[in-house]
């Protein structure tokens, strides 16, 4: 069975399933959302307006049994940065939209005003249903009652009240082998989807599986790359600790923003660290240990349980926790897991809003540290949709432009997260420079800056991070077309067998012979071809800087700032 | 007595007296404003951070005797529009600092945050000291007791709670001759006068004289300038009308945006012309015509009282009546009246504030026409600085994208006044490529395209508008910096005599000998000063847009869209 393109109208609620254009049949996750979106979306577009479409594709290998390949790209205009978006994710959506041969569901137009509907995809393709029950509810029931309505089998993608609002901080929720829930986080992809009036799109378990051209080539390789996974240390230590791991780690680096990125350590570190969440998760009969997609050899999930024993939250992340955390003074990892449960449930990118709640405290809307405020703001302002719950579901940039606050992390009006550019320079490289505002994960510097991985770079010198960046950017590309977890990053780094087995994978699975410059190649196209579209939209070098306070405020205990070139900044681009 | 720069520095709380640079010496208003925020503001700073300057300057013949010369200018990079801003009003400030010698006032940096200072000015330089009694409190109330303070022939430039709440819809008052508000009204700048700790301004009145070079030359001319703009017939209909004869003009050419810009034509037009409004103030004692300061022959403002026969508001415009009449769908003058009142007292654009009204009532926040509902939402909430509040007070693109609305009707973020650009394709123009975002006093084709002034163009073709804009343009920065009222363009464009007249003022008052063509080139150079601010700043081509709806929307009565190409908006740099 031959991939095939769904397509969606929400304005004439109109389906079709189309041929995949030969030029987009060696894409897939993020290389093929963004060139749906280069290819049909005017850049100049409102990104809540019909014109903006909404672009859901598993990566190239997704639905194989390659180990971590269940990412689900989720693209579209972004209304947070108005850039071109992709926001990756894991649950078990890609791996069941791939096995029904979905290449891409393309979701354009909208609806009436106020009026909201479901969509179910099967392999014949996609059926548009009005939805009344479930509108205004939160993910964790929504995903209960689909699961109830349609079998627990099912794949459920939906919005929470923030989407549904079209609250600029609102992501798409992914749900998980164990109901829960992943989120595509960043860009505010929720409203989008909300101002398609959709709530949820839910997907036919099907026993069907993906076509490997090489059978037994793909066997050999995928072997290969899942050893060369797990017998890498930092994938060992992500499924020890989860990527909380990297509390104490960036803390000591002197680069974990905290009080509103006024300083670079946080005494109350070792409160919300990983060690002592692996420790509260033992305690309470958690689960240390987990996957957020079928064949993940990492396991870096988890599943926190409150202090009554009782579920509380799950795929609990460092940069989450840090945001709320250290960002916002909140030493207490019940208040965080608590907030991060809300957060899961309206649908909301963790880090946008907790950085919003940092600038927040910093105009004096409620006291840093005060995290039971923070759990009623959620419930009862952005929940709700009140003036200053909306004013927070817009985001860090929308926090700072209510409050008249200067110091605002952001790029591209999109919160920066936990790593700072001061002190940890590669990755303030990736932040001013990504397609999509500020973004760890575009081009993960914190692997050479300060984990050793694929070699060592000074995180206080300036030296050398554009080049860092711009490799790790451009690989970055590739492997979130894939349908790769970023994680594969850290073997591809420093074992010489996992990145051929990779593509070895994808040549096997295509009965292709894709070469590593073929791959590397693809990685700059889908860069330039983001960027192009960037640049059509109105954005230009200036925009590619960070916020002011990075070049005049010094961060303890290092006392550095950011002060790499705008030259240098603007040479990331010559490839 | 040599005009000199007044400097005045927040972080560091000291004040010089500077002489005035040569490059400087022919400026005065917007050129100069304009000039020295492109000389001395790095275009990417953030615009309420210790970078940004606000410079406040009286026009190139502002404390003369020549007629309708009392314009102030301020200026500074905006924060609502990230652009380089001037904006002028009447009032006696521009009048009293230029009969003290002051060239232009700069004030730069930043205090300690929540420290509150007034500034006074007298002809030895400025003293900056600390206010507590006068912070949270209104316009009125704050001239009031300055007055009480200092004696009722001062000056005073003030903000209310929204320039210290930094909302970028806060605008800077100034005391007109009863004691009554003048506003500069766009672009934020009274969040900038906030970021920089200043409640007020207050200037010692003097009996000094502005040194005119060749006396009996500038009486001669004043005297042909003053005779020009009496016999103007749009003059005199601006005396007995107000600018708000235009409603019913507007209104039946099809163009006044009607309910957040979905009709062009309002059903209760008639009860919020300046007909009826003329007829009210008849009826009420109050005064149909009056200057908003001295000089002025063509006095267009007025002093509108209540029901109850008393002062309700002054200077009550048509921009501001349109936008919380048509546009908010309100046709009860007196809900108008009294929003307009508590704008001013509260030191809110009325155009911005209105406009975003009509966007939260397109979201449903409130329903259309409600103004009772209207007044409450600016005292209780704006005022007051809830979160709805401080939405509202953000503008209308902060209502926007608070509520995931898109049809915003803004251009670099800042509000769209009173002429629908699809039923009037000129003033698209001045909007889309305004150096200062929406704004139709920057290029007023209305002029020509509704009014019959300087020739007569088609409001509905498409021919001839970009050039008519840029003339528009060009001669409006030039008037911008004379300290003349922008109403003089009627008889400058149809009287031969006025616009000889005024640059004879110039030439005696400095002893100087420009030609039109020099006055001219000075408007050319003021907006190219301006775009190559914003160019720096990160603007391109893509900002100089109208909204997406204007060109999806047509709009009654002549179902008509903005289709204006954009290769032709951009010829208009062609200068």
Request: contains cysteine.
């Amino acid at each position: 069975m031959a991939d095939k393109i769904f397509r969606v109208n929400m304005t004439d609620l109109s389906a079709a399933v189309e041929k995949v254009p030969a030029t987009w049949m060696g894409l897939g996750g993020r290389g093929l959302t963004s060139t749906v979106i280069a290819a049909e979306v005017e850049p100049t577009c409102h990104p809540l307006g019909a014109g903006n479409k909404l672009v859901i594709a598993p990566g190239l290998l997704s639905g194989t049994q390659a180990a971590n390949s269940g990412r689900l790209s989720c693209g579209a205009k972004s209304p947070l940065t108005g850039t071109i978006k992709e926001a990756n994710s894991g649950g078990t959506a890609a791996q069941m939209l791939a096995r029904l041969g979905v290449k891409a569901l393309i979701i354009e137009g909208i609806p009436q005003p106020d009026s909201w509907y479901g969509l179910h995809v099967t392999a014949a393709g996609v059926t548009i249903t009005t939805e009344t029950e479930l509108i205004g509810l939160g993910n964790y029931e929504v995903i209960e009652r689909l699961n109830a309505r349609l079998g627990d089998k099912i794949g459920v993608i939906s919005i929470g009240p923030a989407g549904e609002m079209r609250m600029t901080a609102a992501n798409i929720s992914i749900k998980d082998p164990g109901s829960r829930i992943r989120s595509s986080g960043r860009g505010g992809l929720g409203a989008v989807m909300g101002s398609k009036g959709i709530k949820f799109i839910t997907i036919e378990a099907s026993e069907a599986k993906v076509e490997i051209a090489r059978p037994e080539d793909f066997l050999g390789a995928s072997r290969a790359f899942a050893k060369a996974l797990i017998d890498n240390p930092i994938s060992q230590a992500l499924g020890q600790y989860g990527t909380n791991v990297l509390v104490n780690i960036i803390n000591e680096a002197g680069g974990l923003p905290t009080r509103n990125f006024t300083a670079g350590q946080f005494a109350g570190h070792e409160k919300i660290s990983g060690e002592t969440m692996h420790d509260t998760i033992v305690a309470r009969g958690g689960k240390p240990k987990h996957n957020c997609h079928p064949g993940c050899v990492i396991n870096c999930s988890q599943i926190y349980n409150g202090k009554d024993k009782k579920y509380l939250t799950s795929g609990f992340e460092y940069e989450s926790i840090w945001a709320m955390g250290a960002d916002c003074c909140v030493d207490d990892l019940d208040h965080i897991a608590e907030a991060d449960h809300i957060m899961d449930d309206l649908g909301l990118d963790t880090i946008e809003t907790s950085v919003a709640f940092g600038v927040a405290m910093e105009a004096g809307v409620l006291p840093f540290g005060d995290g039971a405020e923070v759990c009623r703001m959620l419930r009862e302002e952005v929940g709700r949709g009140t003036g200053i719950g909306r004013i927070i579901g817009g985001g860090a940039g929308s926090v700072g432009r209510a409050f008249g606050v200067t110091r605002v992390p952001t790029v591209k009006n999109q919160a920066i997260p936990a790593y700072d550019p001061r002190a940890i320079k590669g990755i303030g490289i990736t932040y001013a420079t990504s397609t999509q505002g500020a973004d760890h994960t575009m081009g993960y510097t914190i692997a050479t800056n300060i984990l050793g991985v694929g070699g060592k770079l000074d995180p206080l010198s300036n030296e050398g991070q554009v080049e860092l960046s711009r490799n790790l950017q451009i690989a970055t590309a590739a492997i979130d077309s894939t349908g790769m977890c970023l994680f594969i990053a850290f073997a591809a780094l420093d074992d010489a067998n996992c990145l051929p087995a990779l593509i070895d994978m994808i040549n096997a699975r295509f009965g292709i012979a894709l070469t590593a410059d073929d791959v590397t190649n693809l990685g700059k196209t889908i860069l330039k071809t983001e960027r192009a579209f960037n640049l059509a939209a109105g954005f230009t070098s200036q925009d590619d800087r960070l916020p002011e306070f990075f070049r005049t405020e010094p961060i303890a205990p290092h006392n550095v700032v950011w002060d790499i070139d705008n030259a240098a900044i603007d040479s990331f681009w010559e490839f």
